[in-house]
């Protein structure tokens, strides 16, 4: 039973920062490549940043420069750090994990919520 939370949305005024966190269990961690994607209202979900288990990374385009994905597998945690939010950020944020090993199927978190105001 793999499961992942997502913690660290709120509201929050432009230029401002976020870190969201996303902790795993049910699965070997380091063995999973981690993404975090965002879904705003009437938009389909996205990719907004992904680190391989080698912690390669990339980025969306609408988001290089402000934003950095990064993990800690000792805490089975990774962390979306968003910088110099806009408006167009706001969405719901989630966690996504996949075994870099079987390339099995995704797991993914609830969600959480990220709110910039003008």
């Known amino acids: 039973q793999v499961q992942l939370v997502e913690s660290g949305g709120g509201l929050v005024q432009a230029g401002g920062s976020l870190r969201l966190s996303c902790t795993v269990s049910g699965t070997i961690f380091s063995n999973n490549h981690m993404a975090w994607y965002r879904q705003a209202p009437g938009k389909q979900r996205e990719l907004v940043g992904f680190?391989?288990?080698?912690?390669?990374?990339n980025y969306a385009d609408s988001v290089k420069g402000r934003f950095t994905i990064s993990r800690d597998n000792a805490k089975n945690t990774v962390f979306l750090q968003m910088n110099s939010l806009k408006p167009e950020d706001t969405a719901v944020y989630y966690c996504?994990?996949?075994?870099?090993?079987?390339?099995?199927?995704?797991?993914w978190g609830q969600g959480t919520q990220v709110t910039v105001s003008s």
């Open positions: 680190i391989s288990r080698g912690r390669n990374t």
């Open positions: 996504n994990a996949k075994d870099a090993l079987t390339y099995g199927k995704d797991y």
